[in-house]
């Protein structure tokens, strides 16, 4: 059996970076989206990041950023991996690994569901299937992948939490998982025990 990816989104303190540590997450996300009450520098996260070992991922996470910006920020934050959730596209994507980044395309489930019926997916993306707002905390109706179920590596977000996140699994059989809201105790402040409660939950389905 394949072992679940999973990943806690929207780290801005050092405790929830340890907690995402001893938990066993694969990784960690950092958002650098304005307007977002999760958001960090890339300073920030460059100093949250020396707490982490190396082989959780780091990501850093936007949001219809220019390229340039999102470059720069990465760099200089330190993540391996970017994760886009605006309009960005293929160019921007290929632009993204062609500088040795990992990618994350995040996509809402209504966006997957006209782009995949109109074969307008790459096969080699690695999809995140969110809700339609992003860090909401809102969960999709998982029988809208029914008829359109992704076939490579996708990370099923949008409203997961400790108590639904083993059912959604077993029943969507998803490569991964991504939380955020379901882990904190009021917008944008994590709480440990809910990561640490998170990942045992997703690892048991
Ligand atoms: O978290 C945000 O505020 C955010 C803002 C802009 C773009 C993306 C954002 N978060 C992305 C994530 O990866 C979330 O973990 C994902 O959307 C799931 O969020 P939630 O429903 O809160 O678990």
């Not at 806690?8 to 304005?34: K, Q």
């Not at 993204?96 to 109109?118: C, M, N, P, W």
């Not at 969507?172 to 998982?177: A, L, S, T, Y």
Request: some cysteine; charged content about 20%.
């Amino acid at each position: 059996m394949t072992r679940l990816f999973v990943k806690i989104c929207g780290i801005s303190t050092r405790d929830a970076v340890a907690a995402g540590a001893d938990s066993g997450a694969d990784a960690i996300g950092f958002v650098f989206a304005p307007g977002s009450p999760r958001q960090v520098t890339a300073e920030q996260a460059r100093s949250l990041m020396t707490e982490l070992p190396s082989s959780i991922e780091t990501v850093g996470v936007f949001r219809n950023q220019p390229i340039d910006t999102v470059l720069s920020t990465a760099r200089s934050a330190g993540v391996t991996t970017v994760q886009l959730h605006g309009d960005e596209g293929d160019v921007e994507f290929d632009q993204l690994r062609a500088e040795g980044f990992g990618t994350i395309r995040a996509i809402s489930i209504d966006d997957y569901r006209r782009l995949s019926f109109a074969g307008q997916l790459r096969p080699d993306d690695r999809l995140l299937i969110d809700a339609v707002t992003p860090g909401g905390g809102t969960a999709f109706d998982p029988s809208l992948l029914a008829d359109a179920a992704p076939t490579g590596f996708w990370i099923l977000a949008g409203g997961l939490t400790p108590q639904n996140v083993a059912e959604l699994v077993r029943a969507g059989k998803p490569r991964g998982v991504d939380v955020s809201s379901g882990v904190e105790v009021s917008r944008g402040v994590k709480d440990p025990g809910l990561i640490h409660a998170f990942v045992d939950e997703a690892r048991s389905a």
